[in-house]
């Protein structure tokens, strides 16, 4: 039992590891993603982007770092400044990470 349970383990993990663990997850899914902290750096209207001192993001396989991000909504760049604290969640549109939602840190 336990050679038949490790051969099928063996034969799937290739294709759990080739899964795109984004593709198919719905809007209610991401939203429910786990927010990571983030320090706002920076905020460039021209680019439409925002640069955030973020956390480790796992819903896109991301470590800790400084970067620039799309946003979902445009409008989020006007609300936030730099020196602002959030937890947010990103997700991968295009090749580009993009904040999906974002809350104030408390």
Same mark, same amino acid.
């Given at each position: 039992m !336990? #050679? $038949?349970l490790a $051969? #099928? $383990?063996? #034969?799937?993990l290739p294709a759990f590891a080739q899964h795109d663990h984004h593709a198919g997850h719905t809007a209610a899914e991401m939203?429910? /993603?786990?927010l990571t902290e983030g320090l706002v %750096?920076?905020?460039n209207l021209a680019a439409g982007e925002i640069v955030i001192q973020h956390g480790q993001l796992d819903s896109i396989g991301m470590p800790p770092m400084t970067m620039a991000?799309?946003? /979902?909504d445009k409008t989020w760049l006007g %609300? #936030? %400044?730099a020196?602002? !604290?959030i937890r947010f969640s990103a997700e991968m549109k295009g090749g580009n990470a993009v904040v999906? !939602?974002?809350v104030m840190a408390k």
């Amino acid at each position: 039992m !336990r #050679l $038949l349970l490790a $051969l #099928l $383990l063996s #034969l799937s993990l290739p294709a759990f590891a080739q899964h795109d663990h984004h593709a198919g997850h719905t809007a209610a899914e991401m939203k429910e /993603a786990p927010l990571t902290e983030g320090l706002v %750096k920076k905020i460039n209207l021209a680019a439409g982007e925002i640069v955030i001192q973020h956390g480790q993001l796992d819903s896109i396989g991301m470590p800790p770092m400084t970067m620039a991000f799309g946003v /979902a909504d445009k409008t989020w760049l006007g %609300k #936030l %400044k730099a020196g602002d !604290r959030i937890r947010f969640s990103a997700e991968m549109k295009g090749g580009n990470a993009v904040v999906s !939602r974002y809350v104030m840190a408390k």
